[in-house]
């Protein structure tokens, strides 16, 4: 199973960046696809999540709005489109994948069962 990042980097406040998960390895379409954060000396947080089966999503507090989490599966594929991102979106940004497809606002509480290395992604003021 592989979880691969890309599309991190250093962008001003206000501006856009497009991250990617190219997943490989499993039944794509049997899994909910997240986004993790974690900042500096900061508790992880999720961010959004999305159903690989029927396109329910789900968006942190935090990023509603501003992120928009699509898939594609006949490429494997997730991206977390980010707008109008701010300083505080400055993070090491992890794609996440869990076996249940079903998505539920309690999903990004529990453990993904596979992780990506990480990307990146920092906000200058």
């Known amino acids: 199973v592989q979880l691969v990042e890309s599309g991190g980097g250093l962008v001003q406040a206000g501006g856009s960046l497009r991250l990617s998960c190219a997943a490989s390895?499993?039944?794509?379409?049997?899994?909910?696809i997240g986004w993790f954060r974690q900042a500096p000396g900061k508790e992880r947080e999720g961010v959004s999540c999305?159903?690989?089966?029927?396109?329910?999503?789900y968006y942190a507090g935090s990023v509603k709005g501003r992120f928009t989490l699509s898939s594609d599966n006949a490429k494997n594929t997730v991206y977390l489109q980010m707008n109008s991102l701010k300083p505080e979106d400055t993070s090491v940004y992890y794609c996440?994948?869990?076996?249940?497809?079903?998505?539920?606002?309690?999903?990004?509480?529990?453990?993904?069962?596979?992780w990506g290395q990480g990307t990146q992604v920092t906000v200058s003021s």
């Open positions: 996440a994948a869990y076996r249940d497809s079903v998505l539920t606002t309690a999903t990004m509480l529990n453990a993904p069962d596979y």
């Open positions: 390895g499993f039944t794509f379409d049997d899994y909910a």
């Open positions: 999305i159903s690989s089966s029927d396109g329910s999503t």
